[in-house]
């Protein structure tokens, strides 16, 4: 391919004598693969080139899907950008075709490797991206609804459009649901005393409604670049949904989920599992930042935790109920070993965490 690829993206780019020692592959996700493009007067460019092909099966060319993708991006970028002086690509483009789709974006730097940070590198890091999230989750999103966003041949808007009090009792009773249908089923728990906690995790949680927001799906490593002077955020996954709700998000990814899922085949070659440690300065981080001197909210972000695990153990629950499981499912979240093994290791941070109230902060005397 991929010559042919490039020379038809700088020709829609209409970028002239650009030599390809100006250009080389820097990166490459599921879904782009990506290069830089350096120019001599200019900052230089990220190109990243939509693949035909991801988790091993040929995709087919959704218009909408792919105007939704970059367009949301581009909206998350602006607010991120209002909300911290370029934490995102401050220039951001895209063309796309049925024969050629790519984004146009400014290079944010090498950033350190995950496995290079210090302990208290990750915990500023995490620190910075907490008191952003928190800026940015404050901030009235220009698009309206709720949910999955949508390009709808004019503008982006949330797949749900209801009242905000209706949605969030909705988010409520839907914890509800999961944790009755994993009660229902032979898994060995201590039932009693994760049903104790959630229904009055629950109780406290419908009394207390959270403020919808842009919120980003897509925080592991691989999508920030971390910079001690300056961090940045790339690729996101933008959807709007509940504020504390996915700042517990992050801090359940770090915590919890990133080394968990290092043995699936997407994330084998990140070794999150050994870097487990410096995952977790950068969830320590991010909680302090997030939650300011407000202590109140490191309650809230545990609780929010509690919850991703509990809907964690339910995916993984009725994936295993699957009689095959699709290339994605596989590549994503392992076999059904896998999957088994990390269904057991939800179930047991949910019984070990209903006697927890809040988080640990993490002690500043630590941050050498
Ligand atoms: N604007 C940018 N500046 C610097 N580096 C970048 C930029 N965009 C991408 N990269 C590098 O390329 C890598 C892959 O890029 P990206 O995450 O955009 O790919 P993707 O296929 O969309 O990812 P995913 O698998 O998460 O969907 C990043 O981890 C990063 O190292
Ligand atoms: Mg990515």
């Not at 649901?177 to 995790?201: A, G, M, P, Q, Y």
């Not at 339910?314 to 994936?319: D, I, S």
């Amino acid at each position: 391919m991929k010559d042919e690829d490039l020379k038809n993206a700088f020709e829609k780019l209409k970028i002239k004598n650009l030599k390809m020692e100006h250009i080389w592959k820097i990166g490459e996700g599921a879904w782009h693969n990506v290069y830089r493009i350096e120019r001599n007067f200019e900052e230089d460019l990220v190109l990243r080139i939509r693949k035909k092909n991801a988790y091993g099966q040929l995709q087919a060319y959704k218009e909408i899907d792919l105007i939704t993708e970059y367009e949301s991006s581009k909206v998350y970028y602006h607010q991120a950008n209002q909300c911290s002086f370029n934490i995102c690509p401050p220039v951001f483009d895209y063309f796309q075709e049925e024969s050629l789709a790519f984004t146009v974006e400014s290079f944010m730097g090498e950033g350190k490797k995950l496995q290079c940070l210090s302990h208290y590198e990750a915990f500023t890091i995490g620190e910075k991206l907490g008191e952003f999230f928190q800026v940015m989750h404050r901030k009235n999103p220009d698009i309206q609804g709720f949910g999955k966003i949508i390009w709808n041949g004019k503008l982006l808007e949330g797949k749900v459009q209801q009242e905000a009090h209706y949605i969030w009792q909705n988010d409520n009773d839907f914890y509800l649901s999961i944790l009755h249908s994993l009660t229902s089923t032979d898994l060995t728990f201590n039932r009693e005393k994760v049903v104790e906690k959630i229904l009055k995790l629950i109780e406290n949680r419908r009394e207390n409604q959270q403020k919808i927001s842009l919120v980003n799906q897509d925080v592991t490593p691989e999508n920030i670049i971390f910079n001690v002077d300056n961090v940045s955020l790339i690729d996101p996954f933008p959807s709007l949904d509940f504020d504390l709700k996915y700042a517990g998000y992050f801090v359940f990814c770090y915590k919890f989920l990133l080394p968990a899922y290092s043995n699936a085949a997407r994330y084998r070659n990140h070794a999150y599992n050994q870097n487990s440690n410096i995952l977790n300065r950068i969830a320590d981080g991010f909680i302090c930042g997030y939650i300011s001197d407000n202590v109140n909210l490191n309650k809230c972000l545990l609780d929010e935790y509690i919850l991703w695990i509990l809907l964690e153990a339910h995916e993984h629950f009725e994936t295993l109920e699957e009689s095959v499981l699709d290339p994605k499912t596989l590549q994503q979240m392992g076999d059904k070993d896998m999957i088994r093994n990390r269904l057991t290791l939800c179930l047991n941070e949910l019984e070990n965490l209903s006697l927890d109230n809040s988080f640990t902060l993490f002690n500043y005397n630590e941050r050498t």
